[in-house]
C-alpha cells in the first residue's frame, strides 16, 4: 500500500527546513502530483539516485515506480541547501544531486542506502545537510525576512516591503530570484495559496467574515478576494480545482496525505498574526 508520512525535520534545522518525509509506494506506479511551495525539496529514493527539485511556478507530475522508498526534505523558501548556482537557474527543473554536489552526492548515497532503515537514513542526510549548513552559513538574512513578512495573514504591498527593508524593489527582486527563484510577488501567491491548504489540512473552522463558511469562507480567511479567486490560483498551481485536489473533504488532501508537519509553520506565523490582534483590539478597548 502506498504511504506518505511527514514528520519536522531537526530542530537545528528548523529555520532551514519546512518538514521530511518516507514515501512508499505499493505493487502499482504511483501518479505523485508536486505542488509550488516557494522552496526546494530533495527527493531522495533509496538504492537509488538522489535529485533536486527545483522551485515551482506549477505542478510537476511524477510518477514513482512501484516498490519505491523515497526520503525526501522540503526546505523554506530562501534557505536552500548549498548550491553551486542561483535558484532561478533552477525553477521548475528537476536535477541530479550528484550533477550538483559531486563526490559529496556519491557519498551521501552510499550513507543513506547503507542505513538499515528510511527512518534512519533521513535521519542521516539531515545531519549531513546540517554539517553543509554550518560550513557555509550562506542564507540572505534580508530576503528571510521578507519571506516572513510574504506568509499568508497578512497582506504586505511589494514596494512597502523592500522600503521597510531598506531596498529598492529592484533589489529585492533580484535578491529574491537568486535566493527563492521567483520574484517577491510569486512568491507571496504561492504562500498565500499554501496558507489555504494549511487551514484545509487543518480542518481549521473559517471565521466567518463577509458570512461565508466552508471552502469560500477559508479562501476569505487567507486572503482571496472570494472562492472564485481561489479557483483561479488554485488550478494555476496545481491543474486542478481546489474541490479536485482536496477530493471534496476540507480535512485532507485527495491522495490521503497527511501534510501536517508541512503545513505547521503556516499555522504557527497565523496563531501569531491573531495573538498580535487580540493584544491590539485589547489596548483599543481599553
Known amino acids: 500500500m502506498e504511504s506518505y508520512v511527514e514528520h519536522p525535520p531537526l530542530p537545528e534545522l528548523a529555520t532551514m527546513v519546512r518538514t521530511v518525509w518516507i514515501q512508499r509506494t505499493g505493487d502499482t506506479a504511483y501518479l505523485q502530483r508536486h505542488l509550488p511551495t516557494g522552496g526546494v525539496e530533495i527527493h531522495f529514493p533509496i538504492g537509488g539516485r538522489p535529485q533536486l527539485l527545483g522551485p515551482l511556478t506549477g505542478p510537476e507530475l511524477e510518477v514513482i515506480p512501484p516498490h519505491t522508498t523515497i526520503v525526501g526534505v522540503r526546505f523554506h523558501p530562501g534557505t536552500p541547501p548549498p548550491l553551486p548556482t542561483v535558484l532561478d537557474d533552477l525553477v521548475d527543473q528537476r536535477l541530479g544531486l550528484t550533477d550538483l554536489w559531486r563526490n559529496s552526492a556519491d557519498r551521501l548515497v552510499d550513507t543513506v ?17 546540517l554539517q553543509q549548513f554550518r560550513r557555509t552559513g550562506a542564507v540572505d538574512v534580508l530576503v528571510g ?13 511589494i514596494d512597502t516591503l523592500a522600503t521597510h527593508l531598506a531596498l529598492s ?56 478576494a472570494d472562492q472564485a479567486h481561489l479557483s ?55
Open 145 to 157: 525576512e521578507a519571506v516572513q513578512a510574504l506568509m499568508p495573514w497578512r497582506p504586505v504591498n
Open 169 to 224: 524593489p529592484s533589489q529585492l527582486r533580484r535578491r529574491c530570484l537568486q535566493t527563492v527563484g521567483v520574484t517577491p510577488k510569486v512568491l507571496q501567491r504561492t504562500l498565500r495559496f499554501q496558507g489555504f491548504l494549511a487551514l484545509a489540512q487543518a480542518g481549521a473552522t473559517p471565521s466567518g467574515r463577509r458570512g461565508t463558511d466552508g471552502m469560500a469562507g477559508l479562501a476569505i480567511d487567507t486572503g482571496y
Open 232 to 286: 483561479r490560483e488554485c488550478l494555476r498551481l496545481t491543474g486542478v480545482t481546489p474541490t479536485q485536489l482536496l477530493g471534496g473533504d476540507l480535512e485532507r488532501c485527495h491522495c490521503g496525505h497527511d501534510h501536517s508537519a508541512s503545513y505547521q509553520p503556516f499555522l504557527a506565523t497565523r496563531d501569531r498574526h491573531l495573538h498580535d490582534l487580540f493584544k491590539t483590539e485589547a489596548v483599543h478597548r481599553s
Open 113 to 129: 542506502a547503507s542505513a538499515g532503515t528510511p527512518e534512519r537514513g533521513l535521519l542521516l542526510l539531515q545531519a549531513d545537510l
